[in-house]
Nanobody
Framework: QVQLAESGGGLVQPGGSLRLSCAASGSIFVFPTMGWYRQTPGKQREMAAV???????KYADSVNRRFTIARDNGKNTVYLQMDSLKPEDTAVYYC????????WGQGTQVTVSS
């Protein structure tokens, strides 16, 4: 059974940085795509960044040049380095892994506030 364990959320001031981590367990395969999505109350979950097993990345326009996604295929782990954080980045961030179907983590809260 695939499980995704997220860590690294918290409270940070505007302009600060946070690093999220997500470790996948229960699969012997390297997920073709892993990524991070985020959701605020009353809104749909949206993609923040995704990365393929080959290293190709895609970012939402709102986070491009501020967030960096990376993965370690050997550890089935994906990271999200978030810099120059803004209050509008406040959301619950969910780890995602695709392997025939979508797997989701439980979510980690990121709050950007002074």
């Amino acid at each position: 059974q695939v499980q995704l364990a997220e860590s690294g959320g918290g409270l940070v001031q505007p302009g600060g940085s946070l690093r999220l981590s997500c470790a996948a367990s229960g699969s012997i395969f390297v997920f073709p795509t892993m990524g991070w999505y985020r959701q605020t109350p009353g809104k749909q979950r949206e993609m923040a960044a995704v990365v393929t097993s080959g290293g190709s990345t895609k970012y939402a326009d709102s986070v491009n040049r501020r967030f960096t996604i990376a993965r370690d295929n050997g550890k089935n782990t994906v990271y999200l380095q978030m810099d120059s954080l803004k209050p509008e980045d406040t959301a619950v961030y969910y780890c995602n892994a695709m392997e025939g179907r979508a797997y989701w983590g439980q979510g980690t809260q990121v709050t950007v506030s002074s």
